[in-house]
């Protein structure tokens, strides 16, 4: 891929930053050019798809039918599907 610019002189005068119109990319941060993947360092965990099946985590949120994005637990730390039903002891 060539990258056009508007200088026809000695290249040492072109300040070069290595990629085109999207910052100069310090490593690890996840710089690149269309299709050529990222860096995989220095992202963090992901806070949709906790407390799903494995095999929907990380996905795109659109054509996985019914699970959504979110974690599936309240606060207290109980499923979803338990709460509202009176004491889980007694069941």
């Known amino acids: ?3 056009s610019v508007k200088f026809h002189g000695p290249l040492d005068e072109v300040k070069c930053t290595g990629t085109a119109g ?3 990319a310090k490593t690890g941060q996840g710089k690149a050019k ?3 993947g990222k860096a995989k360092t220095g992202r963090g965990k992901a806070k ?4 799903k099946a494995k095999t929907e985590r990380g996905k795109a949120k659109t054509g996985r039918g019914n699970i959504k994005a979110g974690r599936g637990k309240t606060k207290t730390g109980r499923r979803k599907a338990e709460t509202g039903r009176g004491n889980i002891e007694d069941e």
């Open 34 to 36: 269309t299709g050529q």
């Open 22 to 24: 999207r910052g100069k």
């Open 48 to 51: 949709t798809g906790r407390g």
């Open 1 to 3: 891929m060539t990258i």
